[in-house]
């Protein structure tokens, strides 16, 4: 599907026209989206729109591509990313950039060009402010999306600091890996929006930008904090898998220490009853009228008295 919103010169809004219409008007600036293009629509890129092949073959890629601008002759390039809510998924958007335009391509649906192209169209001053604008709302929309996430896996950290042990060591492990997991998701969309943005508010070559500063340095604040969030996260998700890992060795260093004391308490007594055990008809013991109940005084005295002297050691504090 495509749509078209377009500001005449004299300020007024068009919308849900079509492309052959918004020739005909004389536009001020204009955003058409591609919203789940079919495989004629997509063709218009270059057959309505002149975009350069390559930029139109990387729309056209069904592999996510790292965020990126390109600029080509009066146009510039933008590979975005958006995020799944749920499965923090990475998506693409990609985003034309002209001299009284924006064209923004995405295959699969987009809440967040959902979000910004209707509040363009509810409000007389955002659809003043120009493309320049409309392209800084498409990203800061896509940027918003990522706080959610970001807060959620905080959360799930905090849930699990807070059970102080009432959980098994194996879930809260895998919880753990679970969540660095999606961490590492969240760095690989962050981390290349943030330098593309940085790209962005340094270039010369972007009409708009600097005049617009404030809006553009907010959204690069923003992606820091985000950065920042992933950062302190990984090495609190990192602490946390060191510290069950220690306290799992420290536990079964304990049940081995007291299997290896039970072991050396039950090994002379084994020692006495397999010689005792043996059916050699000259052994002299065989015959003593109280040998049984020697043996037995020398098992439990011996037993007791390992264990009394292992105690004294601190075996099994």
């Known amino acids: 599907m495509i749509r078209v919103l377009a500001v005449t010169d004299k300020l007024e809004l068009r ?6 219409e918004l020739k005909q008007i004389q536009a001020k600036w204009y955003w058409v989206d591609f919203n789940e293009p079919s495989p004629e629509e997509a063709l218009l890129l270059e057959q309505y729109f002149h975009f350069h092949p390559l930029a139109v073959e990387d729309c056209l890629h069904h592999l996510l591509q790292r965020p990126k601008v390109d600029h080509y002759e009066n146009t510039h390039f933008f590979v975005l990313h958006s995020l799944h809510p749920h499965t923090f998924a990475a998506g693409e958007v ?3 950039w002209g001299d009284n335009f924006i064209v923004t391509f995405h295959l699969n ?17 955002l659809f003043e402010a120009g493309h320049v604008y409309a392209a800084h709302l498409v990203i800061d929309k896509l940027v918003d999306q990522y706080f959610p996430a970001a807060y959620q896996l905080e959360d799930q950290l905090s849930d699990i600091e807070s059970k102080e042990g009432k959980d098994s060591i194996q879930s809260v492990m895998d919880d753990i890996f679970e969540i660095r997991s999606k961490l590492l998701k969240l760095r690989k969309t962050i981390l290349p929006m943030r330098e593309l943005m940085y790209r962005i508010i340094n270039s010369e070559r972007i009409e708009g930008v600097k005049t617009n500063m404030l809006y553009f340095t907010d959204i690069y604040d923003h992606l820091l904090k985000l950065s920042e969030m992933i950062e302190s996260n990984r090495e609190m998700t990192a602490d946390m898998r060191d510290s069950y890992m220690s306290l799992n060795s420290n536990r079964m260093n304990t049940i081995m220490k007291t299997l290896t004391v039970i072991t050396t308490i039950f090994m002379p007594l ?9 059916n050699f008809d000259n052994m002299p013991e065989l015959h003593w009228k109280w040998g049984y109940f020697i043996v037995l005084a020398v098992l439990v005295g011996g037993g007791i008295g390992m264990y009394a002297w292992f105690k004294r050691k601190g075996w099994f504090d």
């Open 109 to 125: 649906p987009s809440q967040e060009i959902d979000d910004a192209w209707n509040r363009i169209a509810e409000n007389q001053q």
């Open 15 to 20: 919308r849900d026209i079509t492309l052959e």
């Open 270 to 278: 084994t020692f006495i009853v397999g010689i005792y055990g043996m």
């Open 94 to 96: 990609d985003l034309f």
